[in-house]
């Protein structure tokens, strides 16, 4: 069993002297997966719609008959890459970087009681790891709302999953995906108001009415 941490505790991650070989950033298919709040700051950093960002920088694709978007790689040779790795290795939108690629190599262990991280061994060939308190690493700014939306959108989602594998209509499903979309993607947030709030509201409307 791996040690568990909790955000607030510090652990063994940082590589000493990652030179941004990139390999984390490549070859990743679909993996990287967007949630709204990753969404949202990229639509706004970059000042484009999620409508523009769709085949430029996300792509879409089916979980259990949910449509979710995630990161879209280039058709980059040697090996496909995310669209942001820039020539030096570095990442482009290092400031706004989408959840997954904070967390790395880290991986989330939660059931909605507790939330806890731990070091997936292996995931960075970097020898010698200096010691990193948790939220230090992530970078967020509030973490308990944090971990709590990640916590709440992944529920949502896994109820979502449960619901459509009971639909029989295709034209139900459709719209129950297009619902998703509109309400935690497409319509932005407003910038000047807490993210976390704005989420919380919708999703309290998506589960009267979707689930
Ligand atoms: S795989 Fe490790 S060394 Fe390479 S860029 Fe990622 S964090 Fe840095
Ligand atoms: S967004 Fe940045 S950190 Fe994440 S995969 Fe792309 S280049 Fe790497």
Known sequence: MDRLYTAQEMAKIAGAGCEGCGACCRDMGESVRLDPLDVHELTLHL?????????????????DG???????MTSA??????????????????????GLCRLFPLGRNYDGASFQYFVVEGACSLPG????????????SE??????????????????KEKVSHVSDPEK???????????FYVTPYDPMR??????????LRARRTML
């Open 47 to 63: 000042s484009r719609s999620f409508a523009d960002l769709v085949d430029f920088a996300i792509g879409l694709h089916a979980e």
């Open 66 to 72: 949910v449509i979710l978007p995630h990161l879209l």
């Open 77 to 98: 040779e040697p090996v496909p890459q995310c669209v942001f790795l820039q020539d030096d290795g570095r990442c482009g939108i290092h400031d706004f970087r989408p």
């Open 129 to 140: 790891r200096t010691k990193v308190r948790i939220d230090k690493w992530l970078g967020v």
């Open 143 to 160: 973490i308990k709302p944090y971990e709590k939306f990640i916590s709440d959108w992944h529920y949502f989602v896994k109820a979502l």
């Open 173 to 183: 499903v459709r719209a129950l995906n297009l619902q998703l979309l509109e309400t």
């Open 194 to 203: 807490s993210f976390y709030n704005q989420f919380g509201m919708r999703l």
